[in-house]
């Protein structure tokens, strides 16, 4: 079961209160290999729980996790884009049966040369 909560249309819609939340992105810019914080609220604490994806880059899973925050490095062939946040509700990334709840940043991360 998959469940996505993004920018399109304007505004987004909510669907479960498992929504991960994401209220800031810091920094909003940076090269290949960038730290990156999320803050928000409604994030996996587990680190195998989250998975993030930068526009035109493979998932990959953050370097710590709490409920409101997440770190993530800035993957090799990532664009300037949305970041998309899997949270697994059920089960972990690469599970067949895995369930989980997904948002997109609500701004773009920039990737500088």
Known sequence: MVKSQGREGGQAQIFSEDYPQITAIQPASGPVGTVVTLTGKNFNPSIAGNRLLFWSSVPVAPTAASSTSLQVVVPAGAKTGPLYLYKYV??????????????SSPVDFTVTP
């Open 90 to 103: 059920k089960g972990e990334f690469g599970q067949a049966d895995a369930e989980y709840v997904s948002q």
